[in-house]
């Protein structure tokens, strides 16, 4: 690192594990950083919690509605606002990240670069894309999507509303809607009987409580009379301008319902954008249909292999839903996992605290839910009229076609059609590419990454580059043709 550090870490996202691990850094003396994209901590779980908490008695039925797992967020908030030697930094977009420590940020129209010896990476997990037809229609959205209006906009779907996929989440999203006096019309699940019935010899005893909360939530839907199919396939969106209806099949039977809303939910998979345009290693795991990075179980990522623009160690950790999925307490628990990581690192001898231990058993569950919902909606692979590319409206077709022409690699593919190069940068059709190069030639192994990625990742105004804070003067130093030395008379060297 070649200038001076702004922090002793830096840590990207204020969600659980962000929060966790700035907390435990910070009471030990540590100077910290928390950027974060929201304008509040809580990260996607316990989105805008004090501003709702602060809202009562307003927001009481919707406090009641998300239930005490939500609430439950504000004391690791509190602790949070309080600890000293954290410099938090919300609506804060990171755009660059390397793995020697630097950080480029962007916040309204500045910008500029941080640096510290210790980056940790908790920005969190993304909804797994499923394209399938008519997923682009407005009136189409995710549990994720509407989870957020219900937290942050205080908004109630209303009308014929339909929740199709599997997980966990469309258990809970359907029983908070239940609970505010919203009543959907269908829960289509993608997952089977025989798959909670193969998930049980992966249950162990410190993921019961996590089993039990889930039959919970199914119980008080049936109790509440929704009706709920399972094994569904073939989910398609109709409408002209907006959803009107979907159509999917079940045991065998085609159904068409009129729908004014409807919710998809394939699981959830690491935000691998930040890790991927740091150089990190990350692999495809085909069970999840998905990357995932490359760590320690403290964290620590890994350099992916070939060659890197930095020099040094990689001081990059990763931690919660961005490392593996395990939900709020899993992330709480990894981070400060990490924490004590880097403590050890800084002030050696570390001693043993347990925080692995910790970290280790709240994911618990993770290997009887991963069996027990299996990608549903995107274990086929889209038919040819099917758009991929949400961005620049690229249908599996022109993607097959491309690729039967020979590009048989992703940036290859990026350059001919524009995949990948619209506002998301890829994270929406990445993955489905990738499987669509796999469709093609099976023996070929999956792309070790998506994308190739170059900063800036995030869109960056001109006004913001221009003024740019935070440079490193040697990676800035530009040389123009004055810089040349003047030749000597009678030298025989070209200039």
Same mark, same amino acid.
């Given at each position: 690192m070649s200038v001076a550090p702004d922090a002793d870490a830096i840590i990207v996202g204020a969600g659980p594990a962000g929060m966790a691990c700035a907390i435990e850094l910070a009471v030990a003396g540590c100077r910290v950083i928390v950027l974060d994209m929201q304008p509040s901590p809580g990260g996607q779980i316990f989105r805008a919690l004090e501003t709702n908490m602060q809202a009562r008695p307003g927001a009481d039925e919707l406090l009641a509605a998300l239930g005490p797992s939500y609430k439950a967020g504000l004391s690791l908030v509190t602790r949070f606002r309080a600890a000293p030697g954290i410099d938090y930094r919300p609506g804060t977009t990171v755009w660059d990240l390397?793995?020697?420590?630097?950080?480029?940020?962007?916040?309204?129209?500045?910008?500029?670069?941080?640096?510290?010896?210790?980056?940790?990476?908790?920005?969190?997990?993304?909804?797994?894309?499923?394209?399938?037809?008519g997923w682009t229609l407005p009136g189409v959205m995710t549990a994720g999507a509407v989870q957020t209006l219900l937290k942050a906009g205080r908004l109630k779907p209303k009308g014929r509303i339909v929740l199709a996929g599997t997980g966990p989440l469309?258990?809970?999203?359907?029983?908070?809607?239940?609970?505010?006096?919203?009543?959907p019309a269908l829960i289509a699940r993608t997952d089977r009987t025989r798959d909670k019935l193969s998930a049980l010899k992966h249950l162990r005893p410190a993921g019961l409580?996590?089993?039990?909360?889930?039959?919970?939530?199914?119980?008080?839907?049936r109790l509440a009379?929704?009706?709920?199919?399972?094994?569904?396939?073939?989910?398609?969106?109709?409408?002209?301008?907006?959803l009107e209806a979907v159509s999917l099949t079940v045991a065998g039977r085609r159904i068409d319902l009129p729908c004014d809303l409807l919710v998809v939910h394939d699981g959830i998979v690491p935000s691998t954008d930040l890790?991927?345009?740091?150089?990190?290693?990350?692999?495809?795991?085909?069970?999840?249909?998905?990357?995932?990075?490359?760590?320690?179980?403290?964290?620590?990522?890994?350099?992916?292999?070939?060659?890197?623009?930095?020099?040094?160690?990689?001081?990059?950790?990763?931690?919660?839903d961005a490392r593996r999925i395990g939900g709020a307490?899993?992330?709480?628990?990894?981070?400060?996992?990490?924490?004590?990581?880097?403590?050890?690192?800084?002030?050696?001898?570390?001693?043993?605290? /347990?925080? $692995?231990?910790?970290?280790? #058993? &709240?994911? *618990? @569950?993770?290997?009887?839910?991963?069996? %027990?919902?299996?990608?549903?909606?995107s274990s086929c692979l889209p038919d040819d009229a099917t758009i991929v590319c949400r961005c620049e409206e690229i249908t599996?077709?022109?993607?097959?076609?491309?690729?039967?022409?020979?590009?048989?690699?992703?940036?290859?593919?990026?350059?001919?059609?524009?995949? /990948?190069? $619209?506002?998301?940068?890829? #994270? &929406?059709? *990445? @993955?489905?590419?990738?499987?669509?190069? %796999?469709?093609?030639?099976?023996?070929?192994?999956?792309?070790?990454?998506?994308?190739?990625?170059?900063?800036?990742?995030?869109p960056l105004p001109l006004g913001a580059l221009a003024g740019m804070t935070g440079l490193d003067p040697d990676l800035a130093l530009v040389e123009s043709l004055d810089d040349k030395p003047e030749a000597i008379a009678g030298d025989d060297a070209h200039v």
């Open positions: 390397r793995a020697d420590g630097t950080v480029g940020w962007l916040k309204g129209d500045a910008a500029g670069y941080l640096r510290a010896p210790h980056i940790v990476l908790a920005s969190g997990a993304m909804e797994r894309p499923a394209p399938f037809p469309i258990f809970l999203l359907a029983e908070q809607l239940r609970r505010l006096g919203v009543r409580p996590a089993l039990l909360k889930g039959l919970g939530w199914l119980l008080r839907l009379g929704i009706t709920m199919r399972t094994g569904i396939s073939g989910l398609e969106a109709h409408g002209r301008d907006h890790a991927h345009a740091a150089g990190l290693a990350l692999a495809w795991r085909a069970d999840d249909a998905s990357w995932q990075p490359v760590t320690t179980p403290d964290g620590r990522a890994e350099m992916a292999p070939g060659p890197t623009l930095t020099v040094g160690p990689c001081r990059i950790r990763i931690t919660g307490d899993a992330a709480i628990a990894h981070g400060r996992h990490a924490a004590s990581a880097i403590l050890a690192e800084r002030y050696p001898p570390g001693a043993a605290d /347990g925080t $692995g231990i910790a970290a280790e #058993r &709240s994911l *618990a @569950a993770r290997p009887f839910l991963d069996v %027990a919902f299996p990608p549903g909606l599996a077709g022109a993607l097959r076609a491309t690729i039967r022409d020979r590009a048989t690699e992703m940036n290859l593919v990026r350059g001919l059609l524009r995949c /990948g190069m $619209g506002a998301c940068q890829g #994270r &929406s059709c *990445a @993955a489905t590419l990738a499987r669509l190069l %796999a469709e093609a030639d099976p023996g070929k192994p999956m792309p070790s990454a998506p994308f190739r990625a170059r900063p800036p990742l995030r």
